[in-house]
């Protein structure tokens, strides 16, 4: 059925959260997968998929669903739990297909062998300006009930292709377009600053005529759903974007804000004390 709120409290969405950072971790256990990026937007797409967005996990051509491009298509495996934990297939299929032949999941997310993957991405600075052209032909049929939602890395802020769609969108009044920024502060070789620094990225969306909304701690669940639930209605004329200032390798403490955990596999003993931690964190925050 195509649907939205899934999980309706914050403290629902905390638990949905450290679920999919225990898929992750196994996953990365038996493959390296980019893990570090992975976490960092874990606690954005959780509220997104389990929460904001409508989706048929028995249709996903649905016409009436909500669009979801995962622009940094890296972060292949942090979407497909996501659309596990709402049934469009299970996460010991992830696990068990992940980079195999016929598998239908892999480092970067791939529309041919995936029903469930709107547009396929992994070349980075492609998905936005696709996204922005979703949005503009749901504007030109009248559409006002469905949002393109896009999920964007800092790193990738570099291609010139995001800008020129920025500047569309803005042109083009696309409102139902919906951005994420996951504003980790590192891209695989280095930190942002030392690739090519990004300045006050807020500003420049603005700049471009976007509606900014600054996520402080785009981590915290409680402050990522009330930047959903006041989003501005589908048919306004302004596209916003949601600047989500994370922690890359967010909830694992060794591979917090490390440029080495990017990408990687981790060992079973790894995997064992990472998890328990997360048990540990998670029952302090939702007791
Ligand atoms: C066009 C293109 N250039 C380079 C790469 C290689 N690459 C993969 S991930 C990545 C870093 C991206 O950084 P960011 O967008 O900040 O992603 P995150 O740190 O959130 O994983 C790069 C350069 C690519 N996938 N596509």
Redesign the pocket.
């Known amino acids: 059925m195509l649907s939205n709120r899934r999980l309706e409290t914050v403290k629902e969405l905390k638990i949905a959260a450290c679920n999919i950072r225990k898929d992750l971790l196994r996953l990365c256990s038996v493959q390296a997968i980019?893990i570090?990026?992975d976490l960092?937007?874990t606690d954005v797409m959780t509220v997104l998929w389990q929460y904001q967005m409508k989706y048929d996990p028995a249709d996903p051509n649905a016409i009436g669903r909500d669009r979801f491009v995962l622009s940094?298509?890296?972060?292949s495996a942090v979407t497909s739990f996501n659309q596990a934990a709402i049934g469009c297939f299970s996460a010991d299929d992830v696990i068990n297909e992940y980079a195999t032949d016929q598998g239908r999941f892999s480092m970067h997310s791939c529309n041919l062998v995936n029903p469930f993957v709107e547009v396929s991405t992994?070349?980075?600075?492609h998905g936005m300006p696709v996204a922005c052209g979703m949005a503009a032909a749901l504007k030109l049929l009248g559409n006002k009930e469905n949002r393109v939602y896009v999920v964007?890395?800092?790193?990738?802020q570099s291609?010139g292709s995001i800008w020129e769609a920025a500047m569309n969108a803005a042109h083009q009044k696309l409102g139902n377009l919906v951005a994420i920024l996951?504003f980790?502060g590192?891209?695989?070789?280095g930190t942002?600053d030392e690739v090519t620094g990004l300045g006050n990225i807020s500003q420049k969306y603005r700049d471009c005529g976007w509606n900014v909304v600054d996520i402080f701690n785009g981590n915290d669940i409680a402050d990522i759903k009330e930047a959903f639930d006041n989003l501005p209605a589908v048919d306004s004329d302004v596209p916003t974007i949601l600047v989500c200032h994370t922690t890359?390798g967010m909830g694992v403490d060794f591979m917090e804000n490390q440029v080495r955990w990017?990408a990687g596999k981790i060992t079973e003993e790894q995997y064992i004390d990472a998890v328990k931690k997360l048990d540990e964190k998670l029952s302090k925050e939702v007791q």
Do not use: C, P, R, T
């Open positions: 980019h570090g990026g960092s937007v940094k298509g890296h972060a992994g070349s980075l600075g964007m890395g800092d790193g990738e291609e996951d980790n590192l891209e695989a070789d942002i890359k990017h």
